[in-house]
């Protein structure tokens, strides 16, 4: 049987800036995590003090030295960080402005971000640089050819620094991305090295997107190096998610519809997402990859980590 790793995603604990900046928050969370049934995390990268644990600078200056971090882990009986999530927009360029994946001019500047994190995570016990590969659909339309020549040259870049470390890229598509069709999808893989960049499915996003996550890994399921599981309740029929401004007036805002939370936890009733279904195709491909828990969007989020643990050891393992 197929070695199959859980992780747990950390970024339900980041609500608002001053909310989880200070060790004695991380600490409860990580012992939160843990005793729910989960090892490892997976983080997200970030620039200054407001994203310390995604930050080698902030790291080093809260806990010493990465190795001085690593010990922090293992006092809350967490061995490893699976994975960092780098998205590129997050980090300011030269010029003062959001990095994009669309600019080739920025290019340098987000390989140079992208290699920290990639040096970093196999002293941190993980393997995989999860990315977000595309612009928002309402910033770019449909994915152009020299679009996507531009972002494959970009992370096919990164994916060759991340073969020097041991680490693969894996692409995350989200609900708001140009590439949101299985068609776009190949031409992206197409684009990609299959040695070192390859795709994530995130179940939640890709449902809410309109795609079935079962559907796309059995399509691409040689290209398939990373998994999250998170559920949702409801589809984006009415096309809000590729509308303007849709990271604020439709994922956060919650559209039309005015949702209040899209993602939720695995087991939550009305769930779109067949978990167990998605597990045996992992297990029957031999897939030994990370499967990532989260439920970013939680208002509870220790209450939503006991939850998804209560569904990976009662519904998921004996499947295992």
């Not at 390859?198 to 059995?218: F, K, M, Q, R, S």
């Not at 949702?232 to 998610?241: F, H, P």
């Amino acid at each position: 049987m197929p070695s199959i790793k859980f992780s747990y995603a950390l970024n339900s604990w980041r609500p608002t800036y001053d909310s989880f900046v200070r060790r004695e928050q991380h600490a409860r969370a990580l012992k939160t995590i843990s005793v729910s049934g989960f090892r490892s995390v997976e983080l997200s990268c970030g620039a200054g003090r407001w994203e310390p644990l995604g930050n080698r600078e902030m790291m080093e200056t809260n806990h010493g030295s990465i190795d001085g971090f690593v010990d922090f882990l293992r006092s809350c009986a967490i061995d490893a960080v699976s994975s960092y999530f780098f998205d590129p927009g997050v980090f300011l360029s030269s010029a003062g402005v959001p990095l994009a994946v669309a600019n080739p001019a920025d290019r340098a500047e987000i390989v140079e971000r992208a290699r920290e994190y990639l040096i970093m995570l196999p002293l941190l016990g993980g393997d995989r640089l999860v990315v977000k590969p595309a612009p928002a659909y309402w910033r770019s339309g449909e994915p152009s050819q020299p679009l996507l020549r531009n972002i494959a040259e970009l992370w096919n870049q990164v994916g060759e620094i991340a073969a020097q470390q041991r680490v693969k890229v894996a692409m995350h598509l989200d609900c708001l991305s140009a590439i949101r069709s299985e068609a776009a999808i190949d031409r992206l893989l197409d684009a990609t090295n299959p040695q070192s960049v390859g795709l994530a499915i995130d179940t939640a996003e890709l449902t809410l997107a309109g795609l079935d996550p079962v559907a796309v890994y059995d399509r691409f399921a040689e290209r398939v190096n990373h998994v999250q599981f998170k559920d949702v309740l409801l589809r984006d029929d009415l096309g809000e998610a590729t509308q303007s401004n849709a990271e604020l007036n439709f994922l956060s805002g919650g559209g039309s519809r005015e949702v209040a939370r899209w993602f939720w936890e695995m087991g939550t009733p009305g769930g779109l997402v067949d978990f167990p279904a998605l597990l045996s195709r992992l297990q029957a491909r031999g897939y030994d990859g990370w499967i990532v828990v989260e439920s970013d969007q939680s208002p509870y989020p220790a209450t939503s980590a006991m939850l998804n643990g209560w569904y990976v050891n009662r519904v998921l393992a004996p499947r295992r």
